[in-house]
């Protein structure tokens, strides 16, 4: 099993419309945990830390369940330039390991 | 503000050649990363440091070695290529260990083997 995992996609998502979408993870040491944006194979960036507590970011929401191992990512008023590909992250404290998610490709059409 | 450089940013080598990537940050991060991305996948991670002086295997390290030669550089070499290693690799780096410390990419080498 991998330790990071995401729904591949792509979800096709209307101008406006709300979309949501998991990342599981495998590792209870799991420590820290990231969500980043990929366009057309650049260099991905941060999008949001994911807080405990979930976290807000104007349109973007992320929530944490520590219980579950997963956390999500959800999108409201999808914006044409909110295509792209997100990419989930989890940071282990030893020895500071970043782990990315095989990421999930989100399309909003007119 | 150059924040993660890598080069090159493009290769081809043949079959059997050797090459080092090149990365360097200048943001005073304690940890590196280097890590492969291939058509249609997610990043994977092929060696990490967590501080100078400190190299880990990550998911795919065959037929890699890395040296983090100071705190600022950590290089990636393939001593024989091969058409497998066709990829995009990115380096990245990021403060420490403590908190939500996000991580900086650079823009990325694009390598084909042939």
């Known amino acids: 099993r991998k330790e990071v995992e995401q729904d591949p996609g792509p979800f096709n998502v209307p101008e406006g419309a709300t979309v949501a979408f998991n990342c599981t993870y495998s590792?209870?040491?799991?420590?820290?945990f990231f969500w980043y944006r990929q366009d057309c194979r650049k260099e991905p960036k941060l999008l949001m830390s994911v807080y405990s507590s979930g976290n807000e970011d104007g349109r973007f929401t992320a929530q944490l369940n520590r219980a579950s191992q997963y956390i999500s990512l959800l999108i409201r008023d999808s914006k044409l330039s909110d295509s792209a590909t997100y990419l989930c992250v989890v940071r282990r404290a030893a020895g500071n390991k970043l782990t990315f998610g095989g990421g999930t490709r989100v399309l909003v059409k007119p | 503000n150059a924040g993660v450089t890598q080069t090159p940013k493009f290769q081809v080598l043949k079959t059997g050649q050797s090459m080092t990537l090149q990365c360097a940050q200048d943001?005073?991060?304690?940890?590196m990363y280097w890590y492969r991305q291939d058509p249609g996948m997610g990043l994977r991670l092929i060696y990490y440091?967590?501080?100078?002086?400190?190299?880990d295997k990550g998911e795919v390290p065959n037929g890699y070695n890395v040296s983090r030669l100071n705190k600022r550089e950590f290089s990636l070499r393939l001593e024989s290529a091969a058409p497998s290693q066709t990829s995009v690799y990115f380096c990245?780096?990021?403060?420490?260990?403590?908190?939500?410390?996000?991580?900086?990419f650079g823009q990325g080498t694009r390598l084909t083997v042939v």
């Open positions: 590792n209870s040491a799991s420590q820290s």
């Open positions: 990245a780096s990021s403060a420490g260990s403590s908190g939500n410390t996000e991580a900086f």
């Open positions: 440091s967590a501080s100078e002086g400190t190299t």
């Open positions: 943001m005073n991060h304690n940890s």
